[in-house]
C-alpha cells in the first residue's frame, strides 16, 4: 500500500505556471505507476497525465499535451508534474494517483489516491 500527499497547487494567472509535487510512502515508490487526474467542478475525473516506475514513458491527455511534463525522482518518493501555459479551463482539483505495476495506467482507473490539490487559472 501506498500513501500520497499532493501540493503545490494554488491561484495562477492564465498563462502562468505552477509545479505540483506528489511525496509518497513506502519503501517501494519505484514499482509503481504513477499518474495525474484532474476533477473540474461539476465534471468527472479526467486523465491528465501518467509516467512509469522508471520515469522513461510518459504519457499525456490531448488537452495538457505540450503543457505539462511529469517527471518523478524515485530517490527521494516523489512524483511532479510541471504546468506551464495554464488556462482557464485547467482549473480543476488535481490528483496524485498510483498503481502497481511495471505499465501505465492511461485512465482514472487507479488504485491508490492521494487527498488533491486546487489549481485555479484566472483568466
Known amino acids: 500500500q501506498v500513501q500520497l500527499v499532493e501540493s503545490g497547487g494554488g491561484l495562477v494567472q492564465a498563462g502562468g505556471s505552477l509545479r505540483l509535487s506528489c511525496a509518497a510512502s513506502?519503501?517501494?515508490?519505484?514499482?509503481?505507476?504513477m499518474g495525474w487526474v484532474r476533477q473540474a467542478p461539476g465534471k468527472e475525473r479526467e486523465f491528465v497525465a501518467a509516467i512509469n516506475w522508471s520515469g522513461g514513458s510518459t504519457y499525456y491527455a490531448d488537452s495538457v499535451k505540450g503543457r505539462f511534463t511529469a517527471s518523478r525522482d524515485n530517490a527521494k518518493n516523489t512524483v511532479y508534474l510541471q504546468m506551464n501555459s495554464l488556462k482557464p479551463e485547467d482549473t480543476a482539483v488535481y490528483y496524485c494517483a498510483a498503481s502497481p505495476g511495471p505499465g501505465v495506467v492511461l485512465t482514472t482507473g487507479y488504485r491508490y489516491w492521494g487527498q488533491g490539490t486546487q489549481v485555479t487559472v484566472s483568466s
Open positions: 513506502g519503501r517501494t515508490f519505484s514499482s509503481y505507476a
